[in-house]
């Protein structure tokens, strides 16, 4: 049987969830289709991290809209697959293609709601196409941990960042910005006073944040790192304060380093979150380190297994090869 033809879209200039969900996808996906990816020429970071038997169309920032049907017209796909609102609204509807996308933000209609399908990561988003008569097909699925093998030790990367040894680390991941609360974490640890307890926070825009590095020894602040993995492992505890998400990838990506978790529970995880032994914390508040690390039995623990088996990566993209089957009818 003749490979279908998949084209993803994605417009982003950065590099987050949206965009190593994208890549995660094409790696998996190419092994089933003839696999396809529009991105933006000036997004550098997505190209370095695609795989690179995947044809990429890079695109520049004028005529978009153009540019992309020509794309579609010269490969004619059975399915283009959009991702983020920028990149959906300027993808045409057609009787030759479906058209789906991922729902990675909030929906806004005049974006999606020319599409044939959308793939959702949680209730709330569920909620919203029905209340704002989406028309399209609705699949709610959630999203799956990937990560690279960790490739430089523990001590290396504590020695590096100039950690002492004695030190535990409070560790987040994620980008710096308000939605994902490492203001709020900032602040606790700052009001805390922890004794031998370093907090590391990494993610992209941190230059603006370097002055707590600056004024606070045990801070430490870094923007994007190649290999995420090498950082979890040094984490003794993950703290997660994000005020909302459509899903929280690098929640489950501590879990998968078996660590203790502090996390703010919000629309993009309250669907799954009661499911695991992770300690809760009140959503946009600025959380008392103090009283949760004293005498918290939970934080003392070296080792927490979680099952991930509901955000396992092969399974999850197959729940997306069979999507595609049902909208084409194969």
């Not at 088996?309 to 999507?323: G, T, W």
Request: glycine share 4%; net charge positive; charged share 25%.
């Amino acid at each position: 049987m003749k490979k279908k033809k998949i084209i993803h879209v994605i417009l982003s200039n950065g590099f987050a969830g949206s965009e190593k969900y994208v890549c995660d996808l094409l790696e998996f996906q190419k092994k089933y289709f003839n696999v396809y990816v529009v991105i933006s020429n000036k997004n550098f970071m997505i190209k370095k991290f695609l795989d690179k038997k995947i044809r990429v169309f890079q695109i520049n920032s004028f005529f978009q809209r153009i540019r992309i049907k020509k794309i579609i017209n010269k490969l004619n796909p059975d399915i283009v697959h959009t991702h983020l609102g920028e990149a959906t609204k300027k993808v045409d509807n057609s009787l030759k293609y479906i058209l789906i996308s991922t729902l990675h933000m909030n929906y806004k209609k005049k974006d999606y709601q020319h599409t044939d399908a959308l793939i959702v990561s949680n209730s709330s988003q569920q909620n919203v196409l029905k209340k704002e008569g989406y028309k399209g097909k609705i699949f709610k699925m959630n999203l799956w941990v990937k990560l690279p093998r960790i490739n430089i030790s523990k001590s290396i990367i504590k020695k590096n960042l100039k950690i002492p040894k004695n030190h535990k680390i409070i560790g987040s991941i994620g980008r710096f910005h308000p939605q994902k609360g490492f203001d709020l974490i900032l602040k606790s640890f700052l009001l805390s006073k922890l004794k031998e307890t370093s907090l590391v926070l990494i993610g992209n825009d941190h230059k603006k944040f370097k002055y707590f590095e600056e004024n606070n020894k045990n801070i430490r602040i870094l923007g994007h790192v190649e290999n995420q993995s090498n950082y979890y492992n040094i984490f003794d505890i993950g703290i997660f304060m994000s005020r909302w998400e459509t899903f929280g990838y690098t929640l489950i990506e501590a879990m998968n380093f078996k660590i203790p978790i502090i996390s703010s529970v919000h629309v993009g995880n309250k669907d799954w979150l009661k499911f695991f032994n992770v300690l809760k914390v009140t959503n946009g508040k600025i959380a008392n380190f103090n009283k949760i690390f004293k005498n918290n039995e939970y934080l003392k623990k070296k080792i927490i297994n979680y099952d991930l088996e509901m955000f396992n990566y092969k399974k999850n993209c197959l729940i997306i090869n069979n999507i595609y089957k049902k909208l084409l009818r194969v």
